[in-house]
């Protein structure tokens, strides 16, 4: 893969992150990148962008005191992840790590990966 697709990919996938972790703008992140054919390795989310959107909006959109604080993010070639604090209310704040797979510039794939974060941590450094 060349370093202009790791770039491109670089650039879509963080405004990919703004719009969807940030501004909680679900449809128009999914609208902006998300290709007809995407994938979904979470086992309680259909196949397919419109499956992810319906599923993904109320805890996004539809929380407006839901916090989605973006850690890091690392892309490499056709895969990306972005490493998330996530914070709503009523549930235990999570460390999540979202991976997504890029094809022709467009995401096809995506895994996740959720943790609570412990109320009695056995040290003193934090998760993010």
């Keep these: 893969m060349s370093d202009h697709t790791s770039h491109a990919n670089r650039a879509a996938f963080e ?3 703004d719009l969807f ?6 449809a128009d992140a999914f609208a902006f990148l998300v290709a007809d054919d995407y994938r979904q390795h979470n086992p309680t989310i ?15 959109d539809g929380s407006p005191a839901a916090r ?33 797979r890029f094809e022709n510039g467009r995401i096809v794939e995506h895994w996740d990966v959720l943790q609570p974060v412990p109320t009695n941590p056995v040290h003193d450094h934090p998760m993010f």
């Design 21 to 26: 972790y940030t501004q909680k703008r679900v």
């Design 68 to 100: 989605f604080e973006v850690q890091r993010i690392l892309v490499d070639g056709d895969l990306a992840m972005v490493h998330v604090k996530a914070t709503r209310p009523g549930n235990q704040p999570a460390a999540v790590a979202d991976i997504y």
């Design 46 to 60: 259909a196949d397919g962008p419109e499956a992810a959107v319906a599923a993904l909006t109320p805890k996004f």
């Design 15 to 17: 405004r990919f992150v």
